[in-house]
T-cell receptor, first 112, second 113 residues
Framework: DQQVKQNSPSLSVQEGRISILNCDYT??????FLWYKKYPAEGPTFLIS?????DKNEDGRFTVFLNKSAKHLSLHIVPSQPGDSAVYFC???????????FGKGTSLLVTP | EAGVAQSPRYKIIEKRQSVAFWCNPI?????LYWYQQILGQGPKLLIQ????????DSQLPKDRFSAERLKGVDSTLKIQPAKLEDSAVYLC???????????FGPGTRLTVL
């Protein structure tokens, strides 16, 4: 049973534009959310996170928004760069544990 | 700071054979995780260690999978016997206790023929 859902398998964006990656979750016990970025043949690398007590967290070009009532979060990348092309995983941690619950990932392609 | 090390990077075996993967976490990281990532899916937790003790192995298929972290540092994951559906990337991650940021190794890609 997939508790973290990324319904868009892929996304293509032009360089310089905004990339918006979406994630929905079903488990109301999740209270910490993370985005990981993965290049081929490498492990996922941590990108940005947000606690359930916040609705926004920003780090340079990356901003994560959390809408708890809708059980929805999104990652905004502005401006998008070709080096951002990768698979992005949304992950969530319940308040009772530490293990990451991952979505299936969204493959982002940023074209010049 | 050195990252999480895993070996081998690739392994091809036939079904019913045995295989073992090794992970060396970041120095000082007390928590170690093994994840299985099947093609097209996100990583799924198999087992979590805190030092040399198991915290969560509820999703580990214990009839064929085993894992240990005897000295609380490096860890091995074993599959015996392997099935076709075990073909996946096996990721190891480590975490300094209570930071909620897990650092992943490059993974071992297993192909079972």
């Amino acid at each position: 049973d997939q508790q973290v859902k990324q319904n868009s398998p892929s996304l293509s964006v032009q360089e310089g534009r905004i990339s918006i990656l979406n994630c929905d979750y079903t488990n109301s016990m999740f209270d910490y959310f993370l985005w990981y970025k993965k290049y081929p043949a490498e492990g996922p690398t941590f990108l940005i996170s947000i606690s359930s007590i916040k609705d926004k967290n920003e780090d340079g070009r990356f901003t994560v928004f959390l809408n708890k009532s809708a059980k929805h979060l999104s990652l905004h990348i502005v401006p998008s760069q070709p080096g951002d092309s990768a698979v992005y995983f949304c992950a969530a941690i319940p308040n009772s544990g530490y293990a990451l619950n991952f979505g299936k990932g969204t493959s982002l392609l940023v074209t010049p | 700071e050195a990252g999480v090390a895993q070996s081998p990077r690739y392994k091809i075996i036939e079904k019913r054979q045995s295989v073992a993967f090794w992970c060396n976490p970041i120095s000082g990281h007390a928590t170690l995780y093994w994840y299985q990532q099947i093609l097209g899916q996100g990583p799924k937790l198999l087992i979590q260690f805190q030092n040399n003790g198991v915290v969560d192995d509820s999703q580990l298929p214990k009839d064929r999978f085993s894992a240990e972290r005897l000295k609380g540092v490096d860890s091995t994951l074993k599959i015996q016997p392997a099935k076709l559906e075990d073909s996946a990337v096996y990721l190891c991650a480590s975490e300094r206790a209570s930071t909620d940021t897990q650092y992943f190794g490059p993974g071992t890609r297993l192909t079972v023929l």
